[in-house]
């Protein structure tokens, strides 16, 4: 059983940083990606970051570009999403989310994954 545990979120005022984690167990294959989305009250669910577990290749939101960074630590099966120049638009609940990479593309939109941790808040005050 696929299981995601997400810890890291708080609360920090804007400008500051955050790290969160997602921690992964029970994937049967070597290649998955793992994503990192998030949604604020009275939005949809949005894609913050991805990362593929093999080549470490990545994507970012056009949102988050130059102030997030995204990392696996491949022994620990975990990965990071490091937060950086936060603004109060960061505020949401993030949630990890994982996919078997089907050799194709990173998948992006929430309706490609099927395994889900069960989110973290992250809240930023101005």
């Known amino acids: 059983e696929v299981q995601l545990v997400e810890s890291g979120g708080g609360l920090v005022q804007a400008g500051g940083s955050l790290r969160l984690s997602c921690a992964a167990s029970?994937?049967?294959?070597?290649?998955?990606?793992i994503a990192w989305f998030r949604q604020a009250p009275g939005k949809e669910r949005e894609g913050v970051s991805y990362i593929r577990r093999l080549d470490r290749k990545t994507i970012y939101a056009d949102s988050v570009k130059g102030r997030f960074t995204i990392s696996v630590d491949n022994a620990k099966n975990t990965v990071y999403l490091q937060m950086n120049s936060l603004k109060p638009e960061d505020t949401a609940i993030y949630y990890c989310a994982g996919q078997r990479y089907l050799g194709i593309r990173i998948p992006t939109s929430r309706y490609e994954y099927d395994y889900w941790g069960q989110g973290t808040q992250v809240t930023v005050s101005s």
């Open positions: 029970g994937f049967t294959f070597d290649d998955y990606v």
